[in-house]
């Protein structure tokens, strides 16, 4: 195909695309309305337009000198010409694509591929291509032809990567076909398909727009064109409901951050908070609500015989007593030291100490001040008979006293 030709292509396409609808609606029976790049080359040139088909990244697809297949190709001496050998490849690549042997197919319509792709660039080198029997200069009707063929199996090969769920590649040959001839239809179909796959939804609408542009009766595209509105709707939905997810994180973050700060209560987050699934401070019992109480995620420490339990929501109003009534009697506790009348609990505060806690106190009395800091949205409760408690106390001080010293 001479530029020439490729120029009147295009031109003809142009003026299929100058006679499609002009308004922004779109609707299943009619297909999506044209993109605004569309729409705005119907006051380019011909030249202007192929410029702007080049410098889209859909379109630019160069092979790289490197090629691998192509190297191993010039290494090798077929019989017969290069329109010859690639017709026998995409031959071999149809009868596998007939049986749904996507990979085989693929890779004898990449032999042919590589064939043609050789001579045009011997062209584009300004070498002249030559028929290996006869020695004589390909003609302009075998250079058409090779171009001819180079498109189909860029646009099969194309097939093949869209059943192999390869979209990338798909729309890669696609757009090499589309650049041999703008008016191919089935390149602009499966590309479409690819691009939508993956959901890059401006793009699918703006291939299967140009096709649409070309073949404006054309069901395969209109089917697709369909299913990009289609998922177009979806998308922009899961958006909104996201949007609305964050929105209400966000509001419910901001609730809570005033909540603490209006009750004085301090809070802090190390670098490995700890895993507690779902548990955290929140607002019960509605966590848009500002009226609600604050519950925080609790663990009782007994640290005498190194055990725990754990609350996962000890709300502001509620005392010790209201929980160690049912965790009471412990099941590991052998001797009976751990009754509601028996133990003496504490909170430590920010700067190592601890303060006794009733077992009547309200929990937002012993949080409010500022003495005691939440942690990692936990607070920490020790618990220890009360008889053993003194003992307890001074050597949990010392030990406070020594990491602070080795800092």
């Not at 054309?218 to 958006?239: D, F, G, H, P």
């Not at 109003?317 to 003496?344: A, N, Q």
Request: with cysteine; aromatic share 6%; hydrophobic share 35%.
């Amino acid at each position: 195909m001479s530029i020439d030709q490729l120029a009147d292509q295009v031109e003809q396409a142009m003026r299929l695309a100058n006679q499609a609808p002009s308004d922004d609606t779109t609707s299943p029976s009619t297909g999506p309305a044209l993109p605004p790049q569309l729409a705005m080359n119907r006051n380019k040139t011909v030249d202007e337009v192929l410029a702007d088909l080049n410098k889209s990244p859909l379109f630019m697809t160069e092979m790289e000198e490197d090629n691998d297949d192509i190297a191993a190709l010039q290494a090798l001496a077929y019989e017969g010409s290069a329109l010859e050998n690639a017709a026998d490849f995409k031959e071999r690549g149809n009868e596998c694509f007939k049986v749904r042997g996507y990979k085989d197919a693929s890779e004898f319509y990449g032999k042919g591929i590589s064939v043609l792709f050789l001579e045009e660039r011997k062209r584009a080198r300004g070498e002249v291509t030559k028929h290996p029997e006869t020695g004589e200069p390909d003609s302009e009707e075998e250079i058409r032809k090779q171009r001819e063929m180079l498109e189909a199996m860029y646009v099969n090969r194309a097939a093949c990567h869209l059943e192999m769920q390869n979209y990338r590649s798909c729309w890669t040959d696609c757009a090499a076909a589309i650049r041999l001839n703008p008016r191919n239809v089935k390149a602009y179909y499966r590309s479409a398909r690819a691009l939508l796959a993956v959901d890059r939804i401006e793009e699918a609408d703006d291939v299967c727009a140009r096709g649409l542009a070309i073949d404006p009766e054309n069901k395969a595209l209109r089917s697709v064109a369909e299913s990009i509105v289609k998922r177009a709707q979806t998308l922009a939905e899961l958006k909104r409901k996201a949007d609305a997810r964050e929105a209400q994180k966000q509001r419910r973050a901001l609730l809570l951050k005033t909540a603490l700060a209006a009750r004085g209560i301090a809070t802090r987050s190390t670098e490995q908070p700890p895993e507690m699934e779902d548990a955290k401070v929140r607002l019960l019992p509605d966590e848009d609500d500002a009226a609600s109480e604050l519950a925080f995620p609790t663990v009782l420490l007994y640290p005498l015989h190194l055990e725990s339990d754990f609350i996962k929501a000890f709300q502001e109003t509620h005392c010790l007593e209201d929980h160690l009534s049912y965790i009471f009697p412990l099941p590991w506790d052998k001797e009976g030291e751990y009754t509601l009348g028996g133990v003496t609990c504490y909170v430590e505060t920010k700067d190592g100490g601890l303060i006794k806690m009733g077992k009547k106190v309200p929990l937002l009395k012993v949080l409010s001040g500022g003495k005691v800091e939440v942690v990692d949205e936990v607070v920490k409760i020790f618990v220890v008979p009360t008889g053993k408690a003194e003992g307890w106390v001074k050597e949990f001080k010392e030990k406070r006293a020594a990491e602070r010293g080795q800092r």
